[in-house]
């Protein structure tokens, strides 16, 4: 277990340090940090504590695919020199991540009460 941990920081810091190198000033970095959290973390974040039909595979993938488009997205703008089809990244970022959220979601079972339930005032209340 102690070995899968150390190669895992070490593949994370290889992929850290390619994306900080990738990017000429700090602030670019940032806004793509920013971005990532803004469309692919915060969905799923909101939904666990209003919706209690999200579930964790809904929220995983979603995070996932909003990272996933995001980091995809700056690649593609460095490489063309312009953002692809004038539209920064939060755009489709909160889009793929949002259609996952919800797709997953109502694709999957339904969360137990005990999942949900802390976080709603009315406890008689079903998904």
């Known amino acids: 277990m102690i070995l899968y941990s150390r190669l895992t920081v070490i ?4 992929i850290a ?4 190198s990738f990017f000429p000033r700090i602030l670019d970095a940032a806004y793509a940090a920013y971005t990532v959290y803004g469309a692919g973390i915060t ?17 995983v993938l ?12 700056e690649i593609v703008n460095k490489i063309q020199g312009h953002l692809p089809f004038g539209i ?17 979601s109502l694709l999957t ?11 709603f005032k009315n406890k008689d209340l079903t998904p």
Not at 17 to 20: A, P, R
Not at 62 to 73: A, D, E, K, N, R
Request: no cysteine.
């Open 43 to 59: 969905p799923a974040l909101v939904a666990v504590f209003f919706w209690k039909r999200a579930t964790a595979s809904g929220g």
């Open 17 to 20: 340090y390619s994306l900080i």
């Open 88 to 104: 920064p990244a939060i755009y489709p970022a909160l889009a793929v991540s949002l259609v996952l959220l919800f797709g997953v």
């Open 109 to 119: 079972p339904k969360p137990p009460p005990e999942k949900w339930r802390a976080f």
């Open 11 to 14: 593949v994370l810091g290889v």
């Open 62 to 73: 979603s995070i996932l695919g909003g990272t996933t488009v995001t980091i995809v997205w």
